[in-house]
Protein backbone atom coordinates (compact mmCIF):
# COMPACT_ATOMS: atom_id res chain seq x y z
CA UNK A 1 0.00 0.00 0.00
CA UNK A 2 1.28 3.34 -0.42
CA UNK A 3 -0.25 6.45 0.17
CA UNK A 4 0.69 9.85 -1.80
CA UNK A 5 -1.25 13.31 -0.90
CA UNK A 6 -1.09 16.45 -2.60
CA UNK A 7 -0.08 20.01 -1.31
CA UNK A 8 -3.28 19.89 1.01
CA UNK A 9 -3.12 16.80 2.56
CA UNK A 10 -5.13 15.08 -0.08
CA UNK A 11 -4.40 11.44 -0.97
CA UNK A 12 -4.03 11.17 -4.55
CA UNK A 13 -2.29 9.55 -7.66
CA UNK A 14 0.71 10.17 -9.08
CA UNK A 15 1.48 10.31 -12.66
CA UNK A 16 5.32 10.45 -13.10
CA UNK A 17 5.52 12.98 -16.19
CA UNK A 18 3.26 15.46 -13.96
CA UNK A 19 5.35 16.10 -11.24
CA UNK A 20 7.03 19.38 -11.25
CA UNK A 21 8.67 21.17 -8.25
CA UNK A 22 5.91 22.08 -5.95
CA UNK A 23 6.12 24.45 -3.50
CA UNK A 24 3.68 25.33 -0.72
CA UNK A 25 4.17 28.69 1.97
CA UNK A 26 2.85 30.05 4.88
CA UNK A 27 -0.43 29.17 6.95
CA UNK A 28 -1.46 27.07 3.90
CA UNK A 29 1.73 24.51 4.36
CA UNK A 30 0.64 24.56 8.08
CA UNK A 31 -2.51 23.50 7.26
CA UNK A 32 -1.67 20.68 4.72
CA UNK A 33 0.72 19.28 7.18
CA UNK A 34 -1.54 19.16 9.92
CA UNK A 35 -4.22 17.16 7.75
CA UNK A 36 -1.51 14.76 6.26
CA UNK A 37 -0.46 14.33 10.32
CA UNK A 38 -3.89 13.98 11.21
CA UNK A 39 -5.19 11.15 8.46
CA UNK A 40 -2.66 9.19 10.29
CA UNK A 41 -3.83 9.51 13.62
CA UNK A 42 -7.76 9.60 12.49
CA UNK A 43 -6.64 5.67 11.85
CA UNK A 44 -5.10 4.94 14.91
CA UNK A 45 -7.67 6.80 16.97
CA UNK A 46 -10.17 3.80 16.32
CA UNK A 47 -7.94 1.27 17.53
CA UNK A 48 -7.23 3.11 21.56
CA UNK A 49 -8.55 0.60 24.01
CA UNK A 50 -9.39 -2.21 25.57
CA UNK A 51 -12.63 -2.09 23.13
CA UNK A 52 -10.11 -0.61 20.35
CA UNK A 53 -10.50 -2.42 17.10
CA UNK A 54 -7.91 -4.19 15.07
CA UNK A 55 -6.34 -3.16 11.80
CA UNK A 56 -5.55 -6.13 9.06
CA UNK A 57 -2.98 -4.95 7.00
CA UNK A 58 -2.02 -6.84 3.65
CA UNK A 59 1.50 -6.87 2.26
CA UNK A 60 2.36 -6.52 -1.36
CA UNK A 61 3.49 -10.17 -1.18
CA UNK A 62 0.07 -11.25 0.69
CA UNK A 63 1.40 -11.67 4.26
CA UNK A 64 -1.80 -10.41 6.36
CA UNK A 65 -1.01 -9.07 10.13
CA UNK A 66 -3.85 -8.64 12.07
CA UNK A 67 -2.94 -6.10 15.04
CA UNK A 68 -4.55 -2.96 17.06
CA UNK A 69 -0.62 -1.85 18.77
CA UNK A 70 0.02 1.40 16.84
CA UNK A 71 3.52 0.92 16.11
CA UNK A 72 2.93 -1.97 14.06
CA UNK A 73 0.46 -0.79 12.10
CA UNK A 74 2.25 2.66 11.26
CA UNK A 75 5.22 0.27 10.64
CA UNK A 76 3.39 -1.85 7.85
CA UNK A 77 2.35 0.93 6.14
CA UNK A 78 4.34 2.82 3.50
CA UNK A 79 3.74 6.05 4.21
CA UNK A 80 4.63 8.77 1.84
CA UNK A 81 3.97 12.14 3.01
CA UNK A 82 6.85 13.56 4.83
CA UNK A 83 5.15 15.05 7.77
CA UNK A 84 2.85 11.54 7.86
CA UNK A 85 6.54 9.90 8.27
CA UNK A 86 7.15 12.33 11.23
CA UNK A 87 4.09 10.26 12.96
CA UNK A 88 5.17 6.93 12.17
CA UNK A 89 8.43 7.86 14.01
CA UNK A 90 6.64 9.17 16.67
CA UNK A 91 4.83 5.77 17.25
CA UNK A 92 8.32 4.35 17.01
CA UNK A 93 10.25 6.34 19.54
CA UNK A 94 7.57 5.29 21.74
CA UNK A 95 7.95 1.97 20.89
CA UNK A 96 11.46 2.20 20.91
CA UNK A 97 11.45 4.24 24.54
CA UNK A 98 9.08 2.41 26.65
CA UNK A 99 7.45 -0.14 24.36
CA UNK A 100 3.77 0.58 25.22
CA UNK A 101 1.61 3.67 24.47
CA UNK A 102 2.51 3.70 20.57
CA UNK A 103 -0.84 4.28 19.84
CA UNK A 104 -2.19 6.49 22.69
CA UNK A 105 1.12 8.77 21.63
CA UNK A 106 -0.18 9.54 17.90
CA UNK A 107 -3.71 9.91 18.90
CA UNK A 108 -2.49 12.69 21.47
CA UNK A 109 -0.50 14.27 18.97
CA UNK A 110 -3.21 13.86 16.61
CA UNK A 111 -5.84 15.75 18.88
CA UNK A 112 -3.23 18.52 19.10
CA UNK A 113 -2.77 19.34 15.81
CA UNK A 114 -6.83 19.46 15.49
CA UNK A 115 -6.77 22.23 18.27
CA UNK A 116 -3.78 24.10 16.63
CA UNK A 117 -5.42 23.85 13.35
CA UNK A 118 -8.47 26.10 14.94
CA UNK A 119 -6.05 28.16 17.04
CA UNK A 120 -4.32 29.15 13.47
CA UNK A 121 -7.92 29.82 12.09
CA UNK A 122 -8.38 33.03 14.21
CA UNK A 123 -5.18 34.21 12.95
CA UNK A 124 -2.88 33.33 16.04
CA UNK A 125 0.26 33.12 14.77
CA UNK A 126 2.01 29.21 14.71
CA UNK A 127 4.99 30.44 16.88
CA UNK A 128 2.39 31.38 19.79
CA UNK A 129 0.78 28.36 19.28
CA UNK A 130 4.36 26.22 19.77
CA UNK A 131 5.48 27.81 23.02
CA UNK A 132 1.55 28.01 24.67
CA UNK A 133 1.31 24.02 24.06
CA UNK A 134 5.35 23.40 25.50
CA UNK A 135 3.94 25.65 28.65
CA UNK A 136 0.65 23.46 28.56
CA UNK A 137 2.93 20.45 28.92
CA UNK A 138 5.15 21.33 31.40
CA UNK A 139 2.45 21.60 33.24
CA UNK A 140 0.89 18.39 32.52
CA UNK A 141 4.21 16.72 33.24
CA UNK A 142 4.28 17.76 37.00
CA UNK A 143 0.52 16.82 37.51
CA UNK A 144 1.62 13.21 36.41
CA UNK A 145 4.63 13.62 38.59
CA UNK A 146 2.21 14.72 41.36
CA UNK A 147 -0.73 12.33 41.05
CA UNK A 148 1.36 9.12 40.25
CA UNK A 149 1.73 6.70 43.00
CA UNK A 150 4.92 4.44 43.62
CA UNK A 151 4.17 0.68 43.36
CA UNK A 152 5.49 -1.91 45.69
CA UNK A 153 7.57 -3.82 43.01
CA UNK A 154 9.32 -6.32 45.72
CA UNK A 155 10.15 -9.75 44.34
CA UNK A 156 7.76 -11.68 46.17
CA UNK A 157 4.55 -9.24 45.30
CA UNK A 158 3.75 -9.84 42.06
CA UNK A 159 0.27 -8.19 42.30
CA UNK A 160 0.80 -5.02 41.43
CA UNK A 161 3.46 -6.18 38.71
CA UNK A 162 0.79 -7.94 36.85
CA UNK A 163 -2.25 -5.81 36.98
CA UNK A 164 -0.10 -2.71 34.85
CA UNK A 165 0.64 -5.76 32.53
CA UNK A 166 -2.43 -6.32 32.52
CA UNK A 167 -3.43 -3.30 31.49
CA UNK A 168 -1.26 -3.42 28.85
CA UNK A 169 -3.32 -6.72 27.46
CA UNK A 170 -6.19 -6.01 27.66
CA UNK A 171 -6.66 -4.13 24.23
CA UNK A 172 -4.61 -6.98 22.70
CA UNK A 173 -5.81 -10.09 21.17
CA UNK A 174 -4.40 -11.69 24.39
CA UNK A 175 -7.36 -10.02 26.43
CA UNK A 176 -9.05 -13.35 27.63
CA UNK A 177 -6.23 -15.34 28.97
CA UNK A 178 -4.33 -11.88 30.37
CA UNK A 179 -4.33 -12.82 33.74
CA UNK A 180 -1.83 -15.88 32.63
CA UNK A 181 0.38 -13.95 29.99
CA UNK A 182 0.74 -11.04 32.09
CA UNK A 183 1.74 -13.43 34.69
CA UNK A 184 4.19 -15.35 32.31
CA UNK A 185 5.62 -11.73 31.37
CA UNK A 186 6.11 -10.80 35.18
CA UNK A 187 8.07 -13.94 35.83
CA UNK A 188 9.93 -14.15 32.79
CA UNK A 189 11.12 -10.14 33.62
CA UNK A 190 11.65 -10.62 36.91
CA UNK A 191 14.13 -14.12 36.78
CA UNK A 192 16.60 -11.81 34.28
CA UNK A 193 16.02 -8.16 36.24
CA UNK A 194 18.72 -7.20 38.16
CA UNK A 195 16.94 -5.18 40.87
CA UNK A 196 20.05 -3.89 42.26
CA UNK A 197 21.11 -1.97 39.05
CA UNK A 198 17.12 -1.67 38.28
CA UNK A 199 17.62 -2.90 34.69
CA UNK A 200 16.45 -5.84 32.69
CA UNK A 201 18.31 -7.40 30.02
CA UNK A 202 15.91 -8.55 27.23
CA UNK A 203 18.48 -10.58 25.16
CA UNK A 204 18.26 -13.49 28.00
CA UNK A 205 14.18 -13.61 27.33
CA UNK A 206 13.44 -15.55 24.20
CA UNK A 207 10.01 -15.32 22.58
CA UNK A 208 9.23 -18.39 20.93
CA UNK A 209 5.72 -18.63 19.21
CA UNK A 210 4.85 -22.53 17.40
CA UNK A 211 0.96 -22.52 15.35
CA UNK A 212 -1.69 -25.04 17.02
CA UNK A 213 -2.71 -25.60 20.68
CA UNK A 214 -4.29 -21.93 22.30
CA UNK A 215 -3.18 -18.94 24.33
CA UNK A 216 -4.09 -20.73 27.03
CA UNK A 217 -1.28 -23.35 26.63
CA UNK A 218 1.27 -20.28 26.68
CA UNK A 219 4.21 -21.60 28.88
CA UNK A 220 7.04 -19.83 30.55
CA UNK A 221 10.08 -22.28 30.43
CA UNK A 222 13.39 -21.74 32.47
CA UNK A 223 16.00 -22.31 29.86
CA UNK A 224 15.60 -21.79 25.97
CA UNK A 225 13.43 -23.66 23.37
CA UNK A 226 14.44 -23.94 19.54
CA UNK A 227 12.55 -24.81 16.73
CA UNK A 228 14.67 -28.21 16.21
CA UNK A 229 14.20 -32.08 16.72
CA UNK A 230 16.71 -34.85 17.75
CA UNK A 231 18.61 -36.00 14.77
CA UNK A 232 17.03 -39.54 15.10
CA UNK A 233 14.23 -41.13 15.92
CA UNK A 234 15.40 -43.60 18.00
CA UNK A 235 18.35 -41.44 20.00
CA UNK A 236 16.64 -40.79 23.43
CA UNK A 237 14.37 -37.70 23.71
CA UNK A 238 15.28 -36.77 26.87
CA UNK A 239 18.34 -36.47 27.95
CA UNK A 240 18.70 -35.89 31.94
CA UNK A 241 21.82 -34.04 33.20
CA UNK A 242 22.55 -32.84 29.54
CA UNK A 243 26.31 -32.27 28.86
CA UNK A 244 26.44 -30.00 25.45
CA UNK A 245 29.28 -30.05 22.84
CA UNK A 246 28.75 -27.03 20.81
CA UNK A 247 30.15 -27.68 17.27
CA UNK A 248 30.54 -24.82 14.33
CA UNK A 249 32.09 -27.22 12.18
CA UNK A 250 30.38 -30.05 10.12
CA UNK A 251 30.29 -33.55 11.32
CA UNK A 252 31.93 -35.44 8.56
CA UNK A 253 34.75 -36.47 6.70
CA UNK A 254 36.71 -33.93 5.11
CA UNK A 255 35.54 -33.95 1.39
CA UNK A 256 38.07 -33.29 -1.15
CA UNK A 257 38.21 -29.86 -2.63
CA UNK A 258 36.87 -30.14 -5.89
CA UNK A 259 39.75 -29.23 -7.92
CA UNK A 260 41.63 -32.30 -7.03
CA UNK A 261 40.83 -35.07 -8.20
CA UNK A 262 41.00 -38.90 -6.69
CA UNK A 263 41.09 -41.78 -9.19
CA UNK A 264 39.69 -45.12 -7.94
CA UNK A 265 40.60 -47.96 -10.30
CA UNK A 266 39.82 -50.76 -8.71
CA UNK A 267 37.07 -52.21 -5.60
CA UNK A 268 39.99 -52.05 -3.49
CA UNK A 269 40.84 -48.93 -3.40
CA UNK A 270 37.29 -47.79 -3.01
CA UNK A 271 36.96 -50.02 -0.35
CA UNK A 272 40.09 -48.68 1.54
CA UNK A 273 39.10 -44.86 0.89
CA UNK A 274 35.28 -45.91 2.49
CA UNK A 275 37.38 -47.50 5.48
CA UNK A 276 39.68 -44.62 5.77
CA UNK A 277 36.68 -42.00 6.03
CA UNK A 278 34.81 -44.38 8.46
CA UNK A 279 38.06 -44.15 10.49
CA UNK A 280 37.95 -41.21 10.18
CA UNK A 281 34.25 -40.45 11.42
CA UNK A 282 34.65 -42.81 14.45
CA UNK A 283 37.43 -40.97 15.72
CA UNK A 284 35.35 -37.65 15.64
CA UNK A 285 32.61 -39.58 17.39
CA UNK A 286 35.28 -41.01 19.71
CA UNK A 287 36.74 -37.07 20.77
CA UNK A 288 33.63 -35.83 21.51
CA UNK A 289 32.32 -38.76 23.68
CA UNK A 290 36.13 -38.75 25.27
CA UNK A 291 35.29 -35.32 26.39
CA UNK A 292 32.07 -36.34 27.96
CA UNK A 293 29.39 -34.87 26.04
CA UNK A 294 26.29 -36.71 25.69
CA UNK A 295 24.26 -34.31 23.53
CA UNK A 296 25.76 -33.23 20.33
CA UNK A 297 24.26 -29.20 19.29
CA UNK A 298 25.81 -28.97 15.54
CA UNK A 299 25.38 -25.59 13.38
CA UNK A 300 25.37 -27.75 10.07
CA UNK A 301 24.24 -31.14 9.40
CA UNK A 302 25.83 -34.68 8.69
CA UNK A 303 24.31 -37.09 6.81
CA UNK A 304 22.34 -40.75 7.37
CA UNK A 305 25.07 -42.89 7.86
CA UNK A 306 26.64 -40.18 10.31
CA UNK A 307 23.71 -40.27 11.76
CA UNK A 308 23.17 -43.85 12.24
CA UNK A 309 26.92 -44.23 13.74
CA UNK A 310 25.71 -41.42 16.11
CA UNK A 311 23.15 -43.69 17.20
CA UNK A 312 25.49 -46.58 17.20
CA UNK A 313 27.59 -44.79 20.19
CA UNK A 314 24.56 -43.50 22.40
CA UNK A 315 25.25 -39.90 21.28
CA UNK A 316 22.70 -37.78 20.57
CA UNK A 317 22.77 -34.89 18.22
CA UNK A 318 20.39 -32.19 16.91
CA UNK A 319 21.53 -30.73 13.48
CA UNK A 320 21.13 -27.39 11.66
CA UNK A 321 20.75 -25.38 15.06
CA UNK A 322 20.93 -21.66 13.66
CA UNK A 323 23.86 -19.55 14.25
CA UNK A 324 21.94 -17.11 16.68
CA UNK A 325 20.62 -19.85 18.35
CA UNK A 326 23.82 -21.86 18.96
CA UNK A 327 25.01 -18.63 20.78
CA UNK A 328 22.10 -18.62 22.97
CA UNK A 329 22.32 -21.64 23.99
CA UNK A 330 26.28 -21.32 24.64
CA UNK A 331 25.31 -18.34 26.66
CA UNK A 332 22.70 -20.18 28.65
CA UNK A 333 24.55 -23.56 29.06
CA UNK A 334 27.46 -21.97 29.66
CA UNK A 335 29.45 -24.10 27.33
CA UNK A 336 32.29 -22.55 24.51
CA UNK A 337 31.14 -22.97 20.98
CA UNK A 338 33.35 -25.32 19.47
CA UNK A 339 35.17 -24.53 15.62
CA UNK A 340 37.47 -27.33 15.07
CA UNK A 341 37.24 -31.12 16.51
CA UNK A 342 41.13 -30.70 17.65
CA UNK A 343 39.77 -28.28 19.97
CA UNK A 344 37.26 -30.19 22.25
CA UNK A 345 37.34 -30.51 25.58
CA UNK A 346 35.87 -31.51 28.75
CA UNK A 347 35.71 -27.59 30.03
CA UNK A 348 34.21 -26.39 27.10
CA UNK A 349 30.80 -28.42 27.16
CA UNK A 350 27.85 -26.25 28.32
CA UNK A 351 25.29 -27.77 31.39
CA UNK A 352 21.89 -28.24 31.72
CA UNK A 353 19.63 -29.99 34.06
CA UNK A 354 17.65 -31.65 31.28
CA UNK A 355 17.13 -31.49 27.55
CA UNK A 356 13.69 -32.86 26.06
CA UNK A 357 12.06 -33.00 22.42
CA UNK A 358 8.48 -31.86 23.04
CA UNK A 359 5.79 -32.82 20.45
CA UNK A 360 2.82 -30.96 19.69
CA UNK A 361 -0.86 -32.29 19.72
CA UNK A 362 -1.11 -35.27 16.52
CA UNK A 363 1.26 -32.92 14.77
CA UNK A 364 4.85 -34.37 13.76
CA UNK A 365 6.30 -30.87 14.80
CA UNK A 366 8.52 -31.04 17.52
CA UNK A 367 10.59 -28.47 19.46
CA UNK A 368 13.51 -29.23 21.64
CA UNK A 369 14.00 -27.85 25.38
CA UNK A 370 17.02 -26.64 27.26
CA UNK A 371 15.78 -26.66 30.88
CA UNK A 372 17.41 -25.70 33.80
CA UNK A 373 20.66 -24.09 32.28
CA UNK A 374 23.46 -23.51 34.48
CA UNK A 375 23.31 -19.82 33.80
CA UNK A 376 19.61 -19.37 35.45
CA UNK A 377 18.97 -15.87 33.99
CA UNK A 378 17.73 -17.60 30.71
CA UNK A 379 13.88 -17.61 30.37
CA UNK A 380 11.95 -18.66 27.11
CA UNK A 381 8.59 -17.76 26.58
CA UNK A 382 6.67 -20.32 24.60
CA UNK A 383 3.55 -18.73 22.92
CA UNK A 384 0.78 -21.12 21.01
CA UNK A 385 -2.37 -19.95 19.26
CA UNK A 386 -4.43 -21.25 16.17
CA UNK A 387 -3.03 -19.33 13.66
CA UNK A 388 0.24 -17.60 12.64
CA UNK A 389 -1.17 -14.12 12.91
CA UNK A 390 -2.47 -14.81 16.46
CA UNK A 391 0.76 -16.25 17.31
CA UNK A 392 2.55 -12.93 15.73
CA UNK A 393 0.08 -10.88 17.67
CA UNK A 394 0.27 -12.53 20.97
CA UNK A 395 4.44 -12.41 20.97
CA UNK A 396 3.95 -8.78 19.52
CA UNK A 397 1.74 -8.06 22.91
CA UNK A 398 3.84 -10.11 25.05
CA UNK A 399 6.41 -7.46 24.33
CA UNK A 400 4.82 -4.59 24.95
CA UNK A 401 3.83 -6.62 28.55
CA UNK A 402 7.57 -7.20 29.29
CA UNK A 403 8.12 -3.57 28.48
CA UNK A 404 5.73 -1.95 30.72
CA UNK A 405 6.89 -4.61 33.54
CA UNK A 406 10.64 -3.46 33.24
CA UNK A 407 10.00 0.21 32.72
CA UNK A 408 8.23 -0.11 36.16
CA UNK A 409 11.71 -1.61 37.51
CA UNK A 410 13.44 1.21 36.47
CA UNK A 411 11.05 3.63 37.83
CA UNK A 412 8.10 2.00 39.85
CA UNK A 413 5.37 5.39 39.91
CA UNK A 414 2.40 4.32 38.25
CA UNK A 415 -0.20 6.51 37.35
CA UNK A 416 -3.63 5.51 36.73
CA UNK A 417 -5.73 4.53 33.04
CA UNK A 418 -8.61 4.52 31.36
CA UNK A 419 -8.29 8.45 30.85
CA UNK A 420 -8.32 9.21 34.51
CA UNK A 421 -4.25 10.42 33.99
CA UNK A 422 -4.97 12.93 31.28
CA UNK A 423 -8.39 14.35 32.99
CA UNK A 424 -6.73 15.14 35.90
CA UNK A 425 -3.79 16.83 33.52
CA UNK A 426 -6.27 18.47 31.46
CA UNK A 427 -7.99 20.07 34.45
CA UNK A 428 -4.79 21.32 35.57
CA UNK A 429 -3.61 22.75 32.40
CA UNK A 430 -7.48 24.64 32.24
CA UNK A 431 -6.66 26.04 35.62
CA UNK A 432 -3.06 27.17 34.76
CA UNK A 433 -3.99 28.92 31.50
CA UNK A 434 -6.73 30.82 33.66
CA UNK A 435 -3.92 32.64 35.29
CA UNK A 436 -2.34 33.25 32.31
CA UNK A 437 -3.05 36.55 30.94
CA UNK A 438 -1.00 36.85 27.16
CA UNK A 439 -2.25 34.92 24.07
CA UNK A 440 -0.82 31.76 25.15
CA UNK A 441 -3.90 31.27 27.30
CA UNK A 442 -5.61 29.83 24.53
CA UNK A 443 -3.20 27.42 23.31
CA UNK A 444 -2.75 26.10 26.76
CA UNK A 445 -6.90 25.64 27.23
CA UNK A 446 -6.31 23.85 23.84
CA UNK A 447 -3.60 21.52 25.16
CA UNK A 448 -6.76 20.72 28.23
CA UNK A 449 -8.77 20.07 25.56
CA UNK A 450 -6.58 18.11 23.61
CA UNK A 451 -5.95 15.86 26.22
CA UNK A 452 -9.65 15.08 26.73
CA UNK A 453 -9.45 13.16 23.13
CA UNK A 454 -8.26 10.37 25.39
CA UNK A 455 -10.47 9.30 27.47
CA UNK A 456 -12.91 10.43 24.70
CA UNK A 457 -11.64 8.41 22.27
CA UNK A 458 -11.51 5.37 25.12
CA UNK A 459 -15.35 5.70 25.53
CA UNK A 460 -16.00 6.26 22.00
CA UNK A 461 -14.88 3.10 20.81
CA UNK A 462 -16.42 1.42 23.70
CA UNK A 463 -19.84 2.94 22.34
CA UNK A 464 -20.87 5.04 24.81
CA UNK A 465 -21.57 8.53 24.54
CA UNK A 466 -18.30 10.02 24.66
CA UNK A 467 -18.78 13.48 25.74
CA UNK A 468 -21.63 13.06 28.33
CA UNK A 469 -19.14 10.43 29.93
CA UNK A 470 -16.14 12.77 29.93
CA UNK A 471 -17.62 15.51 31.52
CA UNK A 472 -19.02 13.46 34.16
CA UNK A 473 -15.84 12.13 35.05
CA UNK A 474 -14.45 15.39 34.99
CA UNK A 475 -16.73 17.08 37.08
CA UNK A 476 -16.46 14.17 39.67
CA UNK A 477 -13.07 14.59 39.53
CA UNK A 478 -13.44 18.48 40.43
CA UNK A 479 -15.77 17.52 43.07
CA UNK A 480 -14.45 14.53 44.69
CA UNK A 481 -10.66 15.66 44.66
CA UNK A 482 -8.30 13.32 45.98
CA UNK A 483 -8.31 10.49 46.36
CA UNK A 484 -10.59 10.07 43.28
CA UNK A 485 -8.11 11.16 41.31
CA UNK A 486 -8.10 8.16 39.45
CA UNK A 487 -11.88 8.09 37.94
CA UNK A 488 -11.47 7.37 34.32
CA UNK A 489 -13.67 5.20 31.67
CA UNK A 490 -14.89 2.00 32.77
CA UNK A 491 -15.17 1.16 29.13
CA UNK A 492 -15.40 -2.71 30.24
CA UNK A 493 -18.42 -2.04 32.35
CA UNK A 494 -21.26 -2.88 30.07
CA UNK A 495 -23.83 -1.70 32.47
CA UNK A 496 -26.10 1.31 31.93
CA UNK A 497 -25.65 4.25 33.34
CA UNK A 498 -22.42 6.86 33.80
CA UNK A 499 -19.37 5.01 33.21
CA UNK A 500 -16.60 6.57 34.95
CA UNK A 501 -15.32 4.52 37.94
CA UNK A 502 -12.34 4.53 40.12
CA UNK A 503 -9.43 3.03 37.74
CA UNK A 504 -7.42 2.14 41.38
CA UNK A 505 -10.00 0.21 42.29
CA UNK A 506 -10.06 -1.83 38.85
CA UNK A 507 -6.27 -1.80 39.22
CA UNK A 508 -6.03 -0.30 34.98
CA UNK A 509 -2.37 0.99 35.72
CA UNK A 510 -0.02 2.88 33.29
CA UNK A 511 3.67 3.86 34.02
CA UNK A 512 4.86 7.23 34.78
CA UNK A 513 7.21 7.17 32.28
CA UNK A 514 5.42 5.76 29.57
CA UNK A 515 2.68 8.33 30.24
CA UNK A 516 5.28 11.07 30.65
CA UNK A 517 7.06 10.35 27.52
CA UNK A 518 3.78 9.96 25.54
CA UNK A 519 2.99 14.31 26.18
CA UNK A 520 6.52 14.90 25.73
CA UNK A 521 6.85 13.52 22.61
CA UNK A 522 3.88 14.55 21.00
CA UNK A 523 4.10 17.85 21.60
CA UNK A 524 7.48 17.91 20.31
CA UNK A 525 6.22 16.75 17.43
CA UNK A 526 3.36 18.97 16.92
CA UNK A 527 5.58 21.90 17.79
CA UNK A 528 8.06 20.61 15.15
CA UNK A 529 5.04 20.37 12.34
CA UNK A 530 3.66 24.25 13.50
CA UNK A 531 7.11 25.46 12.89
CA UNK A 532 7.02 24.29 9.29
CA UNK A 533 6.12 27.33 6.84
CA UNK A 534 7.35 26.32 3.74
CA UNK A 535 7.32 22.83 1.79
CA UNK A 536 9.24 22.85 -1.30
CA UNK A 537 8.94 19.89 -2.87
CA UNK A 538 11.60 18.92 -6.14
CA UNK A 539 10.63 16.82 -8.59
CA UNK A 540 12.36 14.19 -10.29
CA UNK A 541 14.92 15.91 -12.35
P1 LIG B 1 -1.40 1.79 23.35
O1 LIG B 1 -0.85 1.16 22.12
O2 LIG B 1 -1.23 3.28 23.33
O3 LIG B 1 -0.97 1.18 24.62
P2 LIG B 1 -3.94 0.55 23.74
O4 LIG B 1 -4.84 0.21 22.62
O5 LIG B 1 -3.21 -0.51 24.45
O6 LIG B 1 -2.96 1.66 23.24
O7 LIG B 1 -4.84 1.34 24.80
C1 LIG B 1 -4.30 1.92 25.94
C2 LIG B 1 -5.34 2.75 26.63
O8 LIG B 1 -6.41 1.95 27.11
C3 LIG B 1 -4.74 3.45 27.82
O9 LIG B 1 -5.17 4.78 27.84
C4 LIG B 1 -5.31 2.66 29.00
O10 LIG B 1 -5.43 3.47 30.13
C5 LIG B 1 -6.64 2.22 28.49
N1 LIG B 1 -7.14 1.03 29.17
C6 LIG B 1 -6.55 -0.17 29.25
N2 LIG B 1 -7.30 -1.04 29.97
C7 LIG B 1 -8.40 -0.36 30.36
C8 LIG B 1 -9.56 -0.70 31.12
N3 LIG B 1 -9.73 -1.92 31.65
N4 LIG B 1 -10.49 0.26 31.32
C9 LIG B 1 -10.31 1.46 30.79
N5 LIG B 1 -9.26 1.85 30.07
C10 LIG B 1 -8.30 0.96 29.85
Redesign the pocket.
Known amino acids: MSMVYDEYGRPFIILKEQQAKARVKGTEATKSNILAARSISNMLRT????K?LDKMLVSPDGDVTIT???ATILEQLHVDHQVAKLMVELSQSQDDEIG??????VVLAGALLEQAEVLLKKGIHPIRVAEGLEKAADVAMQTLAEIAEPMDIAVNNHAALVATAM??L??KILHQHKHKMADIAVRAVLQVADLERRDVNFEHIRVEGKTGGSLEDAELVNGIVIDKEIAHPQMPKIIEDAKLCILTCPFEPPKPKTKHKLEIDSKEAYEQLYQQEQEYFRDMVKKVKDSGANLVICQWGFDDEANHLLLQNDLAAVRWVGGVEIEHIAMATGGRIVPRFEEISAEKLGHAGRVKEITFGTSDERMLVIENPVNTTAVTVLVRGGSKMIVEEAKRSLHDAMCVVRNLIRDNRVVY???SAEIACSLAVSRFADTVTGVDQYAIRAFADALDD?PLA?AENAGLSPIEEVAAAKSRQVKEKNPVIGL?????NEADGYHSAD?RE?G?F?TLIGKQQQIQLATQVVKMILKIDDVISMGPQ
Do not use: A
Not at 100 to 105: H, K, N, P, R
Not at 488 to 492: A, E, I
Open positions: SLGPGNDGDGTTGVTTSSGGGILGMDVMMLVE
